[in-house]
């Protein structure tokens, strides 16, 4: 089968679309025939040497996909070849055929093409396991998103108006912000002009946030800290402005607050499998009811992979960029 490999870390033109074997699914798992992968800001770390799977893992990248089951392995029930399914991954996405435990797979939501539900499985269950089942976001809470425009921010905006929330978000552009809007944003701040500390206060009348999902870490710990609402929650799960930042305790004390760290990838596959399971159960109905959707910016073939990451690298982007088989 054809995959896209890393021969050496580096620049998006090291990435080679090549032969490989294929895969032959264990216990507990199944091959699928990948119809799309989408692409995370996760796999330009690894292809940067910065992120590498998990020990056991494929060494492709890619956390996502959709495609049509093409092989069972034993112990697996209640899934048939050729079923329409999508799934989570701990790597192996930019590839012709995929392993998948049987845990982290989900059917294609009705109302969504078999290629942009590649756009669905890691932005869904990133956002509903920090904001939901981690920081337990309520309604007529207020929800403050980070990069509202991105894949995580887009499904994170749609998800937190859905369960009732007020939703604010930071974005670079009036476009990207108009189109948060357009997703059921309430609080618009363009991070390049405005403080979002400041705007956030003055929109709820001084309250804060009671929880904020955060992929830029130590550069805006301190703001966020800030930020939060009494008993507010902070879920970082990314670094984008570094790892290591300043920490205040007695801010923190004041609001009564938390501060949590979270990834997704390195999980267990049983916990990875009780999200996608409450994923299920909570989300796809609002899918299948058109109340939220999958956002694709950009759909390309496999081998212009490097294509694909220049746009993530370079934050044109408006939702999630897919590859195609």
Same mark, same amino acid.
């Given at each position: 089968?054809?995959?896209?490999?890393?021969?050496?870390?580096?620049?998006?033109?090291?990435?080679?679309?090549?032969?490989?074997?294929?895969?032959?699914?264990?216990?507990?798992?199944?091959?699928?025939?990948?119809?799309? $992968?989408?692409?995370?800001?996760?796999?330009?770390?690894?292809?940067?040497?910065?992120?590498?799977?998990?020990?056991?893992?494929?060494?492709?990248?890619?956390?996502?996909? +959709? @495609?049509?089951?093409?092989?069972?392995?034993?112990?697996?029930?209640?899934?048939?070849?050729?079923?329409?399914?999508?799934?989570?991954?701990?790597?192996?996405?930019?590839?012709?055929?995929?392993?998948?435990?049987?845990?982290?797979?989900?059917?294609?939501?009705?109302?969504?093409?078999?290629?942009?539900?590649?756009?669905?499985?890691?932005?869904?269950?990133?956002?509903? +396991?920090?904001?939901?089942?981690?920081? @337990?976001?309520?309604?007529?809470?207020?929800?403050?998103?980070?990069?509202? +425009? +991105?894949?995580?921010?887009?499904?994170?905006?749609?998800? @937190?108006?859905?369960?009732?929330?007020?939703? $604010?978000?930071?974005?670079?552009?009036?476009?990207?912000?108009?189109?948060?809007?357009?997703?059921?944003?309430?609080?618009?701040?363009?991070?390049?002009?405005?403080?979002?500390?400041?705007?956030?206060?003055?929109?709820?009348?001084? #309250?804060?946030?009671?929880?904020?999902?955060?992929?830029?870490?130590?550069?805006?710990?301190?703001?966020?800290?800030?930020?939060?609402?009494?008993?507010?929650?902070?879920?970082?799960?990314?670094?984008?402005? @570094?790892?290591?930042?300043?920490?205040?305790?007695?801010?923190?004390?004041?609001?009564?607050?938390?501060?949590?760290?979270?990834?997704?990838?390195?999980?267990?596959?049983?916990?990875?499998?009780?999200?996608? $399971?409450?994923?299920?159960?909570?989300?796809?109905?609002?899918?299948?009811?058109?109340?939220?959707?999958?956002?694709?910016?950009?759909?390309?073939?496999?081998?212009?992979?490097?294509?694909? #990451?220049?746009?993530?690298?370079?934050?044109?982007?408006?939702?999630?960029?897919?590859?195609?088989?």
């Amino acid at each position: 089968m054809k995959a896209i490999t890393l021969p050496k870390f580096g620049d998006e033109d090291v990435m080679t679309l090549a032969d490989v074997p294929d895969p032959t699914p264990g216990r507990g798992e199944v091959v699928v025939e990948v119809a799309a $992968a989408g692409i995370n800001r996760a796999d330009l770390m690894q292809r940067q040497g910065f992120y590498p799977p998990p020990p056991g893992e494929s060494e492709i990248v890619g956390l996502e996909v +959709s @495609g049509r089951i093409a092989e069972l392995g034993d112990g697996v029930g209640g899934w048939q070849v050729g079923d329409e399914v999508c799934a989570l991954l701990a790597g192996g996405g930019y590839a012709e055929r995929v392993i998948v435990p049987v845990g982290q797979l989900l059917p294609v939501p009705a109302g969504v093409s078999l290629v942009d539900a590649a756009a669905l499985p890691e932005v869904v269950c990133t956002v509903w +396991s920090n904001v939901f089942m981690v920081a @337990g976001l309520k309604r007529a809470e207020t929800l403050l998103v980070h990069g509202g +425009s +991105s894949g995580i921010g887009t499904m994170a905006i749609q998800l @937190g108006h859905a369960f009732g929330a007020r939703v $604010a978000t930071t974005a670079g552009s009036p476009d990207k912000l108009a189109a948060c809007r357009a997703l059921g944003a309430d609080i618009l701040i363009n991070y390049r002009d405005q403080d979002f500390v400041d705007e956030l206060d003055a929109a709820t009348d001084g #309250h804060g946030a009671d929880v904020i999902l955060d992929g830029i870490g130590a550069k805006y710990l301190p703001q966020n800290v800030e930020a939060l609402a009494p008993h507010g929650r902070l879920v970082t799960i990314g670094m984008l402005g @570094g790892a290591k930042g300043e920490l205040d305790l007695g801010a923190l004390l004041r609001k009564w607050g938390t501060v949590t760290a979270t990834g997704l990838r390195a999980r267990p596959r049983d916990e990875k499998a009780k999200i996608v $399971a409450d994923v299920r159960a909570q989300v796809w109905p609002l899918i299948a009811d058109g109340r939220v959707r999958p956002i694709v910016h950009e759909r390309l073939p496999l081998a212009e992979a490097a294509r694909a #990451h220049r746009i993530l690298g370079e934050s044109s982007h408006i939702g999630k960029v897919l590859l195609t088989t």
